[in-house]
């Protein structure tokens, strides 16, 4: 998983004189990515669909039944705003997997900017229906020495909102960090140990070719796997016993690991932020938005 940075300045490249940071290269992509993909899926609806149309509308079903618990039959208008912070935040986090583009929800202007979005929304839908006086009123609810509290409340809204989701993508890539550089110390010293005797590499060697031909023999897949890992362990601690590598250094156990780390960080844990983010754009603009018997 690519690195935090706040501001997401690390330049990628330049354009003349300007500067392409990596953050704005990934918001391209992924707004490049939802408006194809929103043209591919709505071109051509059948009346009969096939099995990617029915994906599609199921997925907007899901959607649309989603804002219309959570914001009422009347808020509906609000369904594409919605579908589109939740579905840029989760294409946001899993652009990270691609290894050279950084996660634009690693960004913390970039959730900041969306949260903002919801707040100015908020405040025009109340100042619409109150106009600015009963929205400046409002502040001062419900006795005037609340102004200050009330202020600070519709201030730390939008900030609450983006270090919720900001600090949980922080904190997996703070956390893959520090397992990725404990992964490549403990293989240094793993092969190093076995590097120690030149006999204990060719042992794993021949145990790994052993375990290989039983595999084969039985067509069992646990030997193989386990070929694998003693026969690559063999071969590079004979490799480094005899200095054939030199300085380099190959972190074997980083193997999988990785994956593992990012079905949890990228696909679990982005798809649960985007959704809290959503939700909680949803319920802010709902109370802003009460039905039209409220407002009257």
Wanted: proline share 5%; with cysteine.
């Amino acid at each position: 998983m690519d690195g935090i940075e706040v501001s997401g300045a690390q330049t990628l490249f330049f354009i003349g004189p300007i500067a392409i940071p990596q953050t704005i290269l990934s918001l391209i992509v992924v707004t490049a990515t939802l408006c194809f993909a929103g043209i591919l899926l709505g071109r051509n609806l059948q009346k009969h669909p096939g099995k990617l149309q029915v994906l599609t509308e199921k997925g907007v079903t899901m959607l649309m039944n989603l804002v219309r618990d959570t914001m009422g039959e009347h808020n509906m208008g609000w369904v594409p705003y919605i579908g589109t912070i939740f579905l840029s935040s989760i294409l946001g986090s899993l652009i990270g997997m691609t290894g050279f583009l950084r996660s634009t929800t690693a960004d913390l202007a970039v959730v900041l900017t969306w949260a903002v979005m919801t707040s100015v929304i908020i405040w025009y839908q109340s100042i619409k229906r109150n106009g600015v006086l009963g929205w400046l009123k409002g502040f001062t609810e419900p006795i005037w020495v609340m102004t200050p509290m009330n202020l600070v409340s519709e201030i730390a809204q939008p900030i609450a909102m983006a270090f919720r989701h900001f600090g949980n993508v922080a904190g997996g890539s703070i956390i893959t960090m520090i397992i990725y550089t404990a992964l490549s110390l403990l293989s240094t010293t793993l092969i190093r140990l076995i590097a120690s005797s030149i006999l204990l590499p060719l042992i794993l060697v021949a145990l790994g070719a052993f375990l290989l031909f039983l595999g084969i023999r039985k067509k069992k897949l646990l030997p193989k796997i386990l070929a694998i890992v003693f026969g690559v362990l063999g071969i590079l601690g004979l490799a480094t016993c005899l200095e054939l590598l030199g300085d380099v250094q190959i972190p074997i156990l980083q193997v999988g690991v990785p994956a593992v780390l990012s079905i949890y960080f990228d696909l679990f844990s982005g798809f649960v932020q985007a959704f809290v983010f959503s939700l909680l754009s949803m319920v802010y603009i709902a109370g802003a938005c009460p039905p039209p018997e409220i407002q009257e």
